[in-house]
């Protein structure tokens, strides 16, 4: 097998802690902006009449526009870095969230989703870069803890929905302008010390990848890694966009009930996510990445027959395993392009966000012509595709 040179050296010598938290904790509260939305689809389909077509699209609508940019954003930074875009990424959630608020027509719902995609899409690989240059050379462990950030806000928006916006009503989203206030002032804070990083960087040498690997070999290796990433993420998409509709048709649940066994599995993922990157420090990117994409398959395919408390355990096994994988993948993906740090990031996150929204806008219309049940037998299958890891090269770390 073949064998990655190490990425390029970060501009930090050693690890900034407090900026690699401080882009954490933007993260946390982004994704909990970011995870309101969908947290709110059955309070939005009782209150518009919604089929799980048009829920399917809001999602679609979200995501697609944060994967399209996200590559797109991460190629431009990568040549001319800016280190105040991250407040700039959380001024456009603001304004979609005080849109989702105040929205009454599908139009609008739409149109609040795009923005809030605008600001993931400008946010993530500029983060993503950030944390990168603190880690002062844990590369695993500092892209983990800024993924664990995005996670456990992402985990906390179904609670959110289910104590605060779905008892009082739509318009109390724009409560969490107060969340995107917070996020600005700190982003504001990490832009100057990325500003400084940015001026000591300049004169350092650009890494060079690997030249035993080949332009073709290169491009089927990323071609298997965005397969992976899709196939991680159209299950998670499923989960989050349905999982709560699930558990209100075969169990009877209420909304509310549905959103706090939702959290169940976010906070797993949560946990999972933080794993990933240290132990892909230690024993390997690819041991990770085999282990967390194939390692759920034989509890997804358990899940649409189990009981109530079976499902939830088993949805926290396939959370806490499925998400381990992220952090592991970006890393991995990185060290095989040294130089395009913001490019890979967005290129995967981007992946990531558009394979959730087909995955959910798909998924949307199988339901509506089969059952939700169905869908969740047909995605237990998603995990299989770990196997193309095989294929993968193995790197030195």
Known sequence: MSTTTAGPVPAARSTSLWVIFAVSFSHFLNDLMQALLPAVYPLLRDLYALDFTQVGLITLTHQL????????????????????????????????????????????????????????????????????????????????????????????????????????????????ALVALTAIAVLWAVGRWYATQNRISKAAPRPARDPSISQRHLFWIFMILGLLVISKNVYMASMT???????????????????????????????????????????????????????????????????????IALTAIIGFVLASAFSAIVVYAQELLPGRVGMIAGLMFGTAFGAGALGAATMGVIADQTSIIFVFQLCAFLPAIGLLTIFLPDTKV
């Open 65 to 176: 526009t944060a994967s399209f940019l996200q590559p797109l954003v991460g190629f431009y930074t990568d040549k001319h870095p800016q280190p105040y875009s991250l407040p700039i990424a959380m001024c456009f959630t603001l304004c979609g969230l005080l849109l989702l608020a105040n929205a009454d027509t599908y139009p609008a719902l739409l149109s609040s989703a795009a923005l809030i995609g605008v600001g993931s899409a400008i946010f993530h690989p500029e983060a993503s870069r950030v944390a990168r240059m603190a880690s002062g050379g844990k590369l695993g462990f500092a892209q983990s803890l800024f993924q664990v950030g995005g996670n456990i806000g992402t985990a906390l928006g179904p609670l959110m929905a289910a104590f605060i916006i779905i008892p009082r009503g739509q318009g109390t989203v724009s409560w969490y």
């Open 241 to 311: 966009s349905f999982y709560a509709f699930f558990l209100i048709e075969k169990f009877a649940l209420t909304a509310s009930q549905a959103q706090v066994y939702l959290f169940v599995f976010l906070g797993a993922a949560a946990a999972g996510t933080f794993i990933g990157g240290p132990i892909g420090d230690r024993i390997g990117r690819k041991a990770v990445i085999w282990v967390s994409i194939l390692g759920p398959l034989p509890f997804t395919l358990v899940l649409p027959y189990a009981g109530l408390e079976l499902s």
